[in-house]
Structures are given as structure tokens and as C-alpha cells.
């Protein structure tokens, strides 16, 4: 009997051993895939050149995204109408030809015409309700600090989303090191509370931080939340079922037009 299993043993592992493998090259038929304009788009209450970004969606899983090139785009507040002209140094991008902001409560139209097709959206921005409660804890056996975030997940009275700029203190170009995005939702989702492992941004005393906070709407926190089901919130426990996130464009673009109030400030770790 232990004889027989040595030789079954010697049998499994020559099986290994000598398997092979055949490299496949996987066809795709693309031609009843529609390439869709992706409209990333947002206009603060900041007085500045307000930005929009254009791309293709893509055809097939490994290629990198067209960008739009010779849109016609502008955006109206229903008392003036904005022009915006394409980046030459950057393309797929268009910068408003002067500057402008949003104001609470009044509606803002885009409209981005493209290949005989106009799409076009509308949003209205609303305020950010409370003050930013970004919290900085540190390592309770190291010298190290890190950004709290579980107090930084849900809220019944607002939606928001947090952008952090990490500089470090020795940076001799104040150069950042590190983007980081956290979201204030309506909404408690299982994968939030179960997410998928994600790295830990660490820094030290003396780095400087600049917080944005901005106001999401409820369309646009719709939209984000959709967004992070599909990318920071996937490969947890409870996947959703994968598919487009809701736009507010027309025309069957993807992508949205946000309207947000930001607020900004810095600090430095102490």
C-alpha cells in the first residue's frame, strides 16, 4: 500500500512536470462595439480658467484612451455663455477662454458638439454644509503619522469629497509625493466597509498638507459612488455587478458635468 501511494505520488508530480502550455490569442470582434465620447468635466466656485477633459472610450481592454481632438465646448449660466478652446500642449483638454466661477443654486448648461452630435448636460452646485474634520493621527509605536479615515466615510447631512496633497518637509521643489481622495457619502455601502486591501500613506512631522474639500451633489455623488464600486471598492468581499456608472449627458456620452463649491487649507504636521 505505501508503495502504491509513492508511485502515485511520482505519477502527479511527472504530470506537472512535463505539462505544457499553449499561448492563445484572443480575437475580439469589435465591430458592433460603439467607441462613446467620456466627458470629465467639473467647474468649481474658484475665479479661475475652469478645465474639461476629453476622451474615447475604449474598444478593446488594453488600449489606452483616444482623446478628443476639434470639439467645439462651451458652458452657460444662463446669463453668459463661456467659450472654451482645445490645449495645444496638451490634447484632449480645454481650457474656458477667461475665467469665471460658479455660483450656488444657479444652473450651469455644457455643451460639447463633436462629429454632428451635441451632448449636452446641466448641474447646479450645493454648499458644503460643515467644516472639514480631516483627522491626523499617529503610530503608537513609531514617529510616523497617517490620515484617519473612519470618521471620514459616511454623513446624513452632505456629500463631499476630500483631496489631499502630500509635501514633504525636505522637498526642495515642494514637490508632492503622494494624491489622496476620501469621500463623505449618504450612503453605507458593504464593500466600503469591507473594502479590498489598499496601501497606507505614511509621512512624517514637519510634512504639509493642502485639504480641498469639495460639495458633491446628490447626481454627483451618485455617479462617484458608482465609480469607486468599480475601482477603489472592487476585489472586496460583496462585488456589484460591473457596469457604466450613471451620466448626466446626453447623447449616450459617458462621464459628468459637476458643478462643486471647494474650500482650502493647509497644514503642517505637528
Known sequence: MKFSKIIFCIFIIFLFLTSC???????????????????EAMITNELKNQKIYLTASKILPDQNPR???????????????????????????????????????????????????????????????????????????????????????YSESENAMYQITVTPENSSENIPTALLYYYVLGTVDTNQLFPARREQVFFTKGTKLKIRKYSLSPAYAKYIRAVLSETTWNGGLFDTEKGNPPTNMSEGALGFFAVCNVSEKEIIVE
Open 67 to 153: 482623446v478628443i481632438q476639434g470639439a467645439v465646448v462651451y458652458v452657460s449660466n444662463g446669463i453668459e455663455r463661456f467659450p472654451f478652446f482645445e490645449n495645444k500642449y496638451k490634447a484632449g483638454e480645454y481650457i474656458s477662454e477667461r475665467k469665471f466661477s460658479a455660483v450656488l443654486n444657479r444652473n450651469f448648461t455644457i455643451s460639447i458638439e463633436y462629429k454632428e452630435k451635441n451632448y449636452t448636460a446641466q448641474a447646479v452646485a450645493v454648499p458644503l454644509v460643515s467644516k472639514m474634520e480631516i483627522e491626523i493621527k499617529k503610530e503608537e509605536n513609531g514617529e510616523l503619522y497617517y490620515i484617519n479615515t473612519s470618521n471620514v466615510n
Open 21 to 39: 502550455e499553449k499561448e492563445i490569442k484572443w480575437i475580439y470582434d469589435t465591430s458592433a462595439v460603439e467607441e462613446k465620447i467620456v466627458v
